[in-house]
């Protein structure tokens, strides 16, 4: 089956700096990602949606400055978080969907836990 | 705005026995539901989906799920648990953007704890 990787599994940073994290198809072309965060007891919140080659949309109340998303290949999205602050401590998880399949075919990366200290 | 609600944090049901995972709605208009679940280390996989039809909808791993109108609830079901069955299980609706764009809106995961 599809399978999506990320990269790092877990990564913790101090405040102000920026960590990336990279979201791989690695045996379909992905034409769409989806980044998601997770919050402790809470749902996964889509963040932003990208299309490769294309700038990636953001979900409101998502910023756009401080979650870089860049999808410039069919198997690769990154997600950098600028100059992080504890609050940004998440679980992240990027998904991806190919084209021509429906919205909730998606293939669901096992996720990213970010810590800011 | 669609949301879902999963009310309970875990559930805990012996192998063999029946399991009720359970999921309550709220949207406008006509919903589509569906059912995620993640084993540990690994990323949400798609379990079935509600969209039209029958209201019973069968899905993987012998699992299925009753759409409830009156009730506006998706239980997800089994027959009989097995011990692999241990996961955790989100429920998520669609919500249509006025843009035409369609996100699944997630709900707050199930834990699923079989026991032997």
């Known amino acids: 089956g599809a399978v999506v990787s990320q990269h790092p599994s877990w990564v913790i940073c101090k405040s102000g700096t920026s960590v990336k994290i990279e979201c791989r198809s690695l045996?379909?072309?992905?034409?769409?990602m989806f980044w998601y965060r997770q919050f402790p007891k809470q749902s996964l919140m889509l963040m932003a949606t990208?299309?490769?080659?294309?700038?990636?949309?953001?979900e409101q109340g998502v910023e756009k400055d401080k979650f870089l998303i860049n999808h410039a290949s069919l198997t690769l999205s990154t997600l950098t978080v600028t100059s992080a602050h504890p609050e940004d401590s998440s679980f992240y998880i990027c998904?991806?969907?190919?084209?021509?399949?429906?919205?909730?075919?998606?293939?669901f990366g096992p996720g990213t836990r970010l810590t800011v200290t | 705005a669609q949301s879902v609600a999963q009310p309970e944090d875990q559930v805990n049901v012996a192998e063999g026995n029946p399991l009720t995972v359970k999921c309550t709605y709220s949207?406008?208009?006509?919903?589509?539901l569906f059912w995620y679940v993640q084993y540990p280390n690994r990323g949400l996989q798609f379990l079935l989906k509600y969209i039209t039809g029958d209201n019973l909808v069968k899905g993987s791993y012998g699992f299925e799920a009753e759409f409830n109108k009156s009730q506006t609830s998706f239980h997800l079901k089994k027959p009989s648990a097995l011990v692999s069955d241990s996961a955790l299980y989100f429920c998520?609706?669609?919500?249509?953007?006025?843009?035409?764009?369609?996100?699944?809106?997630f709900g707050t995961g199930t834990r699923l704890l079989v026991s032997p």
């Open positions: 045996d379909f072309q992905a034409t769409t």
């Open positions: 990208s299309n490769e080659g294309s700038k990636a949309t953001y």
């Open positions: 998520a609706v669609r919500a249509l953007m006025n843009t035409g764009f369609q996100k699944l809106v």
């Open positions: 949207v406008s208009g006509n919903p589509y």
């Open positions: 998904s991806a969907r190919v084209l021509g399949t429906s919205f909730y075919e998606q293939y």
